[in-house]
């Protein structure tokens, strides 16, 4: 497994972007796929995006578009960048890994997490 602390949350303007990061310890950063999950209060987590390993990336109907994510094997970080932010992205955001073949969404194919990263997003 792999250990992993988000950065990067914080309070921003409706219509304003964001740039959470993720970083993992370990030598085989490269072999999973990541994904960002969130959650927000009273709601179950969901699914955000994901790039495996080959750098493909899959994303939630909700955020595509506006969010991309992306992986650097060099620093052992994934990114999720967020632009034109609504207060319904309002959520504490989570990186996961994942060594599911493929693009893996469903929360239960990750076994490694962070502890999450608070957006806020004001209207």
């Known amino acids: 497994q792999v250990q992993l602390v988000e950065s990067g949350g914080g309070l921003v303007q409706a219509g304003g972007s964001l740039r959470l990061s993720c970083a993992a310890s370990?030598?085989?950063?490269?072999?999973?796929?990541m994904g960002w999950f969130r959650q927000s209060p009273g709601k179950e987590r969901e699914f955000v995006a994901v790039?495996?390993?080959?750098?493909?990336?899959a994303y939630a109907n909700s955020v595509k578009g506006r969010f991309t994510i992306a992986r650097d094997n060099g620093k052992n970080t994934v990114y999720l960048q967020m632009n034109s932010l609504k207060p319904e992205d309002t959520a504490v955001y989570c990186c996961?890994?994942?060594?599911?073949?493929?693009?893996?969404?469903?929360?239960?194919?990750?076994?490694?997490w962070g502890q999450g990263t608070q957006v806020t997003v004001s209207s």
């Open positions: 370990g030598r085989t950063f490269s072999h999973y796929a």
């Open positions: 790039v495996n390993n080959s750098g493909w990336a």
């Open positions: 996961a890994a994942s060594l599911v073949w493929g693009l893996p969404q469903k929360s239960a194919d990750f076994a490694s």
